[in-house]
């Protein structure tokens, strides 16, 4: 390891500065182009040691956790609270052009959408058992080291409020001495809690785990890879005006903010539609909504997700006809003659996009089409392929969902003008 003087030239996609170099490039975490600083350096990437010139776009982060290894920061949950908020905004909407850019497409992406610190719902903790009970908090940036936190500025107030009810119950979970996912769905009547681990608990381990979540008032439910130990009440969310009960552990969107817009964007989209197709649909995000104008069809792998959207479809009032159908998309997608019976079309799949599934879209007389995704790579890869098809996009919004972090979601409106 060796100590250098770097001058930071720009920020890459996961939100390091970069610094040019004679042996090529070094990554610096916690730094800003503009910076001039001290490192230590291995294997092309670098600790910071101190910065020299700070960059005029450096600001103080408003957590205590954030920043270079210290006793108290460390956390690799954020990876930009350092930097001003104007260009923070446009390296994030950059992202999205550069995806965009990279598949050679023109269109024009609309300013970043943001949400307020504190609008975070759902949240993934990393913890694991020590001498002195549990640590819960986030890992380090690269590393399986998890930093104790006493506050995350991102989650919701509820969240923060029950740290150290959630800090008691990590404990009482943490059987093995193997680290484990904690996830927080901040959920009516209370927290959700989706316990994902690679140790089994015995008998006396679940009862305890259960007497604990007995004793804490926030907590609405507990689950262990998948099995619910307790359920106090079911836990709810509102997709519009349809209330969910959301399996164990499926798939939410992060931030109910950031939901209503896009939401918003995609149900203003298709409104005019009278059957819709939704495809990776989990609980009913979309589909819910849509259903207030439309026929919609929801096609989801995850059979809980599936089954909480058909529930609470069929408890609902006033929605036009919702129907269901457990299936892979990536194994099988929707067929060409399938797609026939649908004038509107909405797609929000994992990261890896649905490269699969478009190719059939884009051969399809779907007229309007609402392309939902947190990876903006993959997503410029699908619209590709639509456009080559006959699509034109009529808008690219980015919304900051994941506030200083390097994800960025994406909603792209589609609208067929040949074939």
């Not at 001495?177 to 140790?199: M, T």
Request: aromatic share 6%; charged share 25%.
């Amino acid at each position: 390891m060796s100590a250098q003087k770097l001058t930071i030239t720009r920020l890459g996609g996961q939100g390091d500065g970069i610094a040019e170099t004679p042996r090529g490039q070094i990554f610096v975490p916690f730094t800003l182009p503009g910076d001039v600083v001290n490192v230590a350096v291995e294997k092309g990437r670098a600790t910071l040691m101190a910065v020299l010139e700070p960059s005029p776009d450096r600001v103080t982060p408003p957590c205590p956790h954030f920043g270079p290894d210290d006793e108290n920061a460390g956390c690799g949950g954020c990876a930009l609270q350092h930097q001003a908020d104007e260009p923070y905004r446009e390296w994030k909407r950059g992202l999205v052009v550069a995806a965009l850019e990279s598949r050679g497409i023109d269109a024009e992406v609309g300013a970043l959408l943001t949400t307020a610190p504190g609008s975070r719902r759902r949240v993934v903790f990393a913890a694991r058992r020590t001498d002195k009970g549990a640590i819960l908090g986030f890992n380090r940036a690269s590393s399986h080291q998890i930093v104790h936190i006493d506050t995350c500025i991102v989650a919701s107030p509820r969240i923060n409020q029950a740290l150290p009810e959630l800090r008691r119950l990590a404990t009482a979970v943490a059987v093995g001495k193997e680290a484990f996912r904690f996830a927080v769905l901040d959920a009516l009547p209370g927290l959700d809690i989706a316990v994902d681990a690679p140790f089994n608990l015995k008998e006396t381990d679940r009862l305890r785990i259960i007497t604990a979540v007995r004793a804490e008032a926030s907590v609405a439910r507990l689950s262990f890879n998948g099995e619910i130990l307790i359920e106090k009440q079911p836990p709810e969310l509102s997709f519009g005006s349809v209330v969910v009960n959301p399996p164990p552990g499926g798939f939410v969107q992060a931030s109910n903010e950031a939901e209503i817009v896009m939401a918003d964007l995609v149900s203003g989209h298709l409104a005019q539609s009278k059957r819709v197709v939704d495809l990776f649909s989990g609980s009913g995000t979309f589909a819910l909504r849509l259903a207030q104008h439309s026929h919609v069809h929801a096609v989801e792998a995850d059979g809980p997700s599936l089954n909480a959207l058909d529930r609470a479809a069929r408890r609902a009032q006033g929605l036009k006809p919702v129907t269901v159908e457990k299936r892979d998309l990536f194994r099988r997608p929707l067929m060409l003659a399938e797609l026939k019976a649908y004038q509107g079309l909405v797609f929000d799949p994992p990261r890896a996009g649905a490269e699969v599934q478009v190719q059939d879209i884009a051969r399809s007389t779907v007229k309007r089409i609402a392309a939902v995704s947190c990876n903006p790579t993959t997503l410029a890869r699908d619209l590709e392929t639509l456009i080559k098809g006959g699509y034109k996009i009529l808008s690219v919004t980015p919304i900051d969902q994941f506030l200083w972090s390097s994800h960025v979601e994406v909603v792209a409106l589609l609208e067929r003008t040949k074939r």
